[in-house]
């Protein structure tokens, strides 16, 4: 396995003493996951799996290898909110297999913007909401961030944020 700049974090630099942690709640199963995955500038492998199963297609059980950046993402927009680490994320969507996602675009609904080449495939995005913040503020912090792309979903109640190209709808 490689192991080398890969461990190094990819997104702002970690001063060091300080943790990186998330606390996410899967809002269809109600499961919840809250763990350290980076800690003085290095990522800890135990808390990646455990945002990785908290992430996984939970349709299918399929679980993938989310992107750090993502996780790293969620931190600065969680920041960016005035919030405590403790705070929990609630989870509409993370990673989708290709069959969960092929027949969300089926069904069509309130999935009518699932696209087929989904940044959600690519364990690159997440759709979310904040309790105790409004979508639009939750919309706003991610646009000023500029992390990637941002989708407002008023009438689902969640937004989506991604690390892909910089983007909103
Ligand atoms: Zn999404």
Redesign the pocket.
Known sequence: MFVGTAAILPLPAMAMGTEWRLAIRNVHNNESVDAVFARSGRFVPEGLAELNHGLRDWRTGEVFQMDRKLLALLVSLRDKLELTGRTKIELI?GYRSPHTNASLRARGGAHTGVASQ?Q?MLGK???IKVPGVSLDRLRGAALALGGGGV?YYPRDGFV?V?TGRVRHW
């Open positions: 969507s989904s959600h995005a997440s759709d989708g989506h991604d």
